[in-house]
């Protein structure tokens, strides 16, 4: 099935908790913070962040999200085979290859020059359907998009084709992932002027939107936004739980994720015993330890990570020198009654404690939303209530 691993029952010793419920009342705080009036978008590129597209998407819909943004066709394509018929839109502009795609399965797509609007315009009138397609417009992000002086070009050569709805107008904006205040509120005002420049020429589609996850909590923003004319916003790591900077959000978001294992054995590292590959390692000390089926190739954090712990009995078991591809050992000094088939939490909450993306993510250098990209061996599971369901056996 599309989006989702399954495991054989009785199979699983590492999974991913989803928390679907967790994910609808991020939806409704993220909708109440916002001016009113403003379109959310809930951003589902890389798998949903490594949530499963699948069963995210469907359940965005259910919770009445005004449309999904994945990175590119083959995921749109994706997710109407999961079943959303919520509006799509894809970033990345149609290749000359993929131009019937967004017709045959209707997404939106994403134009930058008038030259891909012409296509897209032919491709489309072939197909005998409408198109939606929003504008992208360049404020200064990686090269992304039209250029200013084009932008009225570009509008114009999806308006006067009849296959093609003109829908939105956007851009990205990278000064939000700072940690300023005001960051990307440059990037915003150049985007007004476009807006201003859409509006002018009487082609200012019905969807005008800038802001993602990290802005989503700062008014500043989000009323310059509402003020220049923005109608929606994209927001995918706040969906989740997951805050991009630090502050962000922090009092009201929760996690979406939690991922665990059971321990597959129990043992001892004598002095001089080898822990590590890289760097022969050697345990300085007699060091019981628990072996646990997840390793590098299950959260590629793992790899870089140093001086992790994870969660068992409720008590934290720092990580020993550096996880194998699949495996794992952690320290049980201080948890001695440790058994096999005991469930450790690499991320979440067990007992008092709690490891969270954003921790692992200042520890092993990544981006926080690049923590929850698991392998395709951790098995996901969805709980879809506020009480939760039994953890595989
Ligand atoms: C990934 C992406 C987003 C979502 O960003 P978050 O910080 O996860 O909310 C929004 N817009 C575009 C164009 C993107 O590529």
Same mark, same amino acid.
């Given at each position: 099935?599309?989006?989702?691993?399954?495991? #054989?029952?009785? +199979?699983?010793?590492?999974?991913?908790?989803?928390?679907?419920?967790?994910?609808?009342?991020?939806?409704? =705080?993220?909708?109440?913070? *916002?001016?009113?009036?403003?379109?959310?978008?809930?951003?589902?590129?890389?798998?949903?962040?490594?949530?499963?597209?699948?069963?995210?998407?469907?359940?965005?819909?259910?919770? @009445?999200?005004?449309?999904?943004?994945?990175?590119?066709?083959?995921?749109?394509?994706?997710? =109407? #085979?999961?079943?959303?018929?919520?509006?799509?839109?894809?970033?990345?502009?149609?290749?000359?290859?993929?131009?019937?795609?967004?017709?045959?399965?209707?997404?939106?797509?994403?134009?930058?020059?008038?030259? %891909?609007?012409?296509?897209?315009?032919?491709? /489309?009138? =072939?197909?005998?359907?409408?198109?939606?397609?929003? &504008?992208?417009?360049?404020?200064?992000?990686?090269?992304?998009?039209?250029?200013?002086?084009?932008?009225?070009?570009?509008?114009?050569?999806? !308006?006067?084709?009849?296959?093609?709805? *003109?829908?939105?107008?956007?851009?990205?904006? +990278?000064?939000?992932?700072?940690?300023?205040?005001?960051? @990307?509120?440059?990037?915003?005002?150049?985007?007004?002027?476009?807006?201003? /420049?859409?509006?002018?020429?009487?082609?200012?589609?019905?969807?005008?939107?800038?802001?993602?996850?990290?802005?989503?909590?700062?008014?500043?923003?989000?009323?310059? $936004?509402?003020?220049?004319?923005?109608?929606?916003?994209?927001?995918?790591?706040?969906?989740?739980?997951?805050?991009?900077?630090? @502050? %962000?959000?922090?009092? !009201?978001?929760?996690?979406?994720? !939690? &991922?665990?294992?059971?321990?597959?054995r129990v043992t001892v590292l004598e002095p001089g015993d080898v822990a590590d590959y890289a760097t022969a390692g050697a345990a300085p000390r007699r060091t019981p330890v628990a072996v646990l089926p997840f390793g590098f190739s299950d959260g590629h954090h793992l790899h870089r990570l140093a001086g992790g712990v994870l969660l068992i009995r409720g008590c934290p078991a720092p990580i020993l020198a550096r996880p194998f591809m699949s495996s794992l050992l952690a320290d049980l000094t201080d948890i001695p009654s440790v058994q096999p088939?005991?469930?450790?939490?690499?991320?979440?909450?067990?007992?008092?404690?709690?490891?969270?993306?954003?921790?692992?993510? $200042?520890?092993?250098? *990544?981006?926080?939303?690049?923590?929850?990209?698991?392998?395709?061996?951790? &098995? =996901?599971?969805?709980?879809?209530?506020?009480?939760?369901?039994?953890?595989?056996?």
């Amino acid at each position: 099935m599309t989006g989702t691993r399954t495991g #054989r029952r009785g +199979s699983t010793t590492a999974w991913a908790d989803i928390d679907l419920h967790a994910l609808g009342r991020n939806l409704e =705080r993220l909708r109440r913070g *916002l001016p009113s009036g403003q379109a959310v978008f809930g951003v589902v590129k890389a798998d949903a962040y490594g949530h499963g597209a699948g069963p995210v998407g469907r359940a965005l819909q259910r919770f @009445g999200v005004d449309g999904l943004v994945v990175a590119d066709m083959g995921e749109g394509i994706t997710l =109407r #085979r999961a079943g959303v018929t919520a509006p799509i839109l894809v970033i990345d502009p149609p290749l000359q290859s993929q131009l019937r795609l967004p017709a045959l399965h209707r997404l939106g797509a994403t134009v930058t020059s008038a030259a %891909e609007a012409r296509a897209l315009a032919t491709a /489309a009138n =072939r197909a005998g359907r409408t198109v939606d397609v929003h &504008v992208r417009v360049n404020t200064g992000f990686a090269g992304f998009g039209a250029a200013h002086a084009d932008l009225i070009d570009v509008l114009a050569a999806v !308006s006067v084709a009849p296959a093609l709805r *003109l829908e939105g107008l956007y851009t990205h904006l +990278s000064g939000v992932y700072g940690p300023y205040e005001d960051g @990307g509120l440059v990037e915003l005002e150049r985007f007004g002027e476009a807006v201003d /420049a859409a509006r002018g020429a009487g082609l200012l589609p019905p969807l005008v939107h800038a802001l993602s996850s990290p802005a989503l909590d700062r008014p500043l923003l989000t009323n310059a $936004a509402a003020r220049i004319g923005c109608t929606a916003v994209r927001c995918g790591a706040a969906l989740f739980g997951i805050r991009m900077v630090d @502050g %962000e959000g922090s009092a !009201s978001l929760a996690p979406v994720m !939690s &991922v665990k294992a059971r321990v597959t054995r129990v043992t001892v590292l004598e002095p001089g015993d080898v822990a590590d590959y890289a760097t022969a390692g050697a345990a300085p000390r007699r060091t019981p330890v628990a072996v646990l089926p997840f390793g590098f190739s299950d959260g590629h954090h793992l790899h870089r990570l140093a001086g992790g712990v994870l969660l068992i009995r409720g008590c934290p078991a720092p990580i020993l020198a550096r996880p194998f591809m699949s495996s794992l050992l952690a320290d049980l000094t201080d948890i001695p009654s440790v058994q096999p088939g005991d469930e450790a939490v690499l991320i979440g909450r067990q007992g008092d404690h709690r490891i969270t993306v954003e921790d692992i993510a $200042a520890r092993s250098g *990544l981006r926080p939303s690049a923590v929850p990209l698991l392998g395709p061996r951790v &098995v =996901r599971r969805y709980r879809t209530s506020a009480t939760g369901e039994e953890p595989p056996e």
